[in-house]
């Protein structure tokens, strides 16, 4: 096979050169779709993001589309713009409603032991894989009984001729 060689340094880009020029180019025309997203600096969003939606099971107020949540949303902002603080509206939700509102549960009464079961299950469970690891590492310990030697003298014909010699080697 035979290379081809240019005379004119320059007469043709190279193949890397285009390359690196259509990456470039698709780079600046390339846009993303985003989805319009509310802004999270906004305190209606903040508070909206700790409440339950009403309507929908487990989907926090300020992504729920839902005529309630509208209704709720627009009832933070008033509040708001009324000068309560996002706390104090969170407050508001909560004792018209219940805790069953807030989207992350308190941290006291009874819900705490829920809190803290999973912390606790998780070190009674390690605490109970090291005993265990423990145990099983460590070597039995050998028990002998009756005699004090391993093997049975009284069965053991090679045993009882090696006594038979030694006690002729010593008359």
């Known amino acids: 096979m035979r290379s081809i060689r240019f005379t004119r340094p320059g007469s043709m880009i190279s193949p890397l050169l285009l390359v690196l020029l259509f990456a470039l180019m698709t780079g600046m025309v390339y846009s993303p779709a985003r989805a319009q997203t509310p802004n999270p600096n906004d305190q209606v969003y903040s508070v909206a993001k700790q409440l339950n939606c009403p309507t929908c099971a487990g989907r926090n107020l300020a992504d729920c589309p839902t005529d309630t949540c509208m209704q709720w949303k627009k009832e933070i ?91 002729e080697s010593r008359e």
């Open 77 to 167: 902002q008033d509040q708001l713009q009324q000068g309560k603080t996002p706390q104090q509206v969170i407050s508001y939700f909560k004792a018209r409603f219940g805790p069953g509102v807030l989207q992350e549960p308190p941290k006291q009464g009874a819900i705490l032991i829920l809190w803290l079961l999973p912390v606790f299950g998780l070190l009674a469970l390690t605490l109970g894989a090291v005993v265990f690891l423990k145990r099983v590492s460590r070597p039995a310990p050998i028990r002998v009984t009756g005699s004090s030697s391993i093997h049975d003298t009284n069965n053991d014909s090679y045993v009882q001729r090696l006594e038979d010699e030694v006690r």
